[in-house]
């Protein structure tokens, strides 16, 4: 990389000055922010960002998904282009860092290299992806981007088919429109996205950067424990089939066998039923929903194995009977290994800290692990909070990872 470009840095009070503007629009005055896609809050932030974009003097761009983005011509109009971004729609009443964060730092990133007149090998664009919390559907933008989109999923989003219609049209966007948001693979570069951490991490191990290497897999099941209806009162405690004792002892043995062999591994149990269901009936049945994540694909096939092979020793040994139903597998995303070399080498050269993690939670970056070289970043989140008002992320923290944006998307493709 040329010496000079090492040099280059983002403008803090500019950035800071739109992070600021952006995140008073749908403030909750508490910190937080209440900006669920396609919301009047969204939509305004949009439009924000769209004047933004113009007043600047980027191309703005926008597609059939309703993904927003500054476009910078760099070199040769038929290069392919390096994307990087992340998105302006927040969970109801969330924190104003996730995705804001990401998409003004991109921004920022566009506007210095602009005028730093460098020439680079590819195009850049600056992308604020439509929905990623998924008020209506989960990495929507970003999956149209990929070409991933269902029509199944467009039958059945989380806000209901009538709202999602409903809030389509009130961003000018219609149904069949989505589809035309897929680029093909050689007209991406890559992408990057600059996040929070939404965890604890980075501030306990006082870590400037998280380098994401992989986003975490998942498997869920329905598991369910059968036993025996009886008189809570009359039967003795030793004569019971109590599927909740076995329930119970399941979720409290996979805790401790996670925490002792799959230290990098998480699991849950998010929602529990008895049935019948009265304090009076010893639970003949209980039905739990399991969701258990790794960032390695074998440790993942591991864990799962150990969490049946537990649950099926827990069913045993209260003389329940045990069924299992598959409700949903995902692998994990893997990172590119050169964009995280390529990150590293960035933050060495700006001083700064890093640590090679996995990220728990999903991003749009993991949309695109099929069409282009991927890679992430993260900044410290305070106290590890997200999705709330508190969610706080520190000046200099937004201010390290932009740079380290910046420096990396030079080496990339100077
Ligand atoms: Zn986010």
Not at 58 to 76: K, Q, V
Not at 150 to 161: L, V
Not at 190 to 198: K, R
Request: aromatic letters at 8%.
């Amino acid at each position: 990389m040329n010496e000079s470009f090492s040099k280059l840095r983002v403008n803090s009070e500019r950035m800071m000055a739109a992070f600021e503007q952006l995140a008073a629009i749908g403030s909750t005055g508490d910190g937080g922010l209440n900006r669920p896609t396609f919301s009047e809050a969204h939509l305004a932030a949009r439009k924000w960002f769209r004047a933004e974009v113009e007043n600047a003097g980027f191309e703005f761009r926008t597609d059939g998904a309703g993904n927003h983005s500054a476009f910078l011509f760099c070199g040769d109009k038929n290069a392919p282009t390096l994307l990087f971004g992340s998105h302006l729609d927040s969970v109801p009443n969330g924190g104003r860092f996730d995705g804001a964060l990401g998409v003004m730092a991109a921004f920022e990133v566009l506007r210095t290299i602009n005028e730093s007149g460098i020439n680079l090998k590819v195009n850049l664009e600056a992308i604020d992806f439509t929905d990623e919390e998924g008020t209506h559907l989960s990495l929507f933008g970003s999956s149209a981007v990929a070409g991933h989109l269902r029509d199944e999923d467009m039958q059945k989003p989380y806000s209901g088919r009538e709202n999602f219609l409903q809030a389509l049209a009130r961003a000018g966007l219609t149904e069949e429109g989505l589809f035309s948001a897929h680029r093909k693979k050689k007209s991406l570069a890559g992408y990057l996205e600059l996040h929070i951490e939404q965890g604890k991490r980075l501030e306990r191990a006082e870590i400037n950067i998280g380098i994401v290497s992989a986003i975490v897999g998942y498997g869920s099941y329905r598991l369910s424990f059968i036993g025996r209806a009886d008189h809570a009162g009359s039967t003795s405690m030793a004569d019971r089939l109590d599927s909740g004792q076995g329930a119970a002892s399941f979720i409290l043995s996979a805790r401790e066998a996670v925490m002792r062999d799959f230290p990098n591994c998480v699991a849950n149990v998010g929602k529990i039923d008895f049935a019948p269901g009265a304090s009076n009936i010893v639970p003949a049945r209980a039905d739990l929903l399991l969701e258990f994540r790794s960032p390695d694909a074998d440790q993942l096939a591991r864990l799962d194995n150990v969490l049946m092979q537990l649950a099926n020793e827990k069913a045993e040994q209260f003389g329940l009977k045990l069924l299992s139903e598959p409700l949903g597998k995902h692998l994990p995303n893997l990172m590119s290994a050169d964009i995280q070399q390529t990150f590293q080498k960035s933050c060495a050269n700006l001083g700064l800290s890093s640590v090679i993690l996995a990220s728990g939670a999903i991003h749009d970056a993991q949309s695109l692990v099929d069409v282009c070289p991927i890679g992430m970043i993260f900044v410290p989140s305070v106290d590890g909070a997200s999705h709330a008002p508190r969610e706080f992320t520190q000046w200099e923290d937004c201010l390290n990872g932009a740079n380290v944006l910046l420096q990396t998307v030079l080496r990339l493709v100077s």
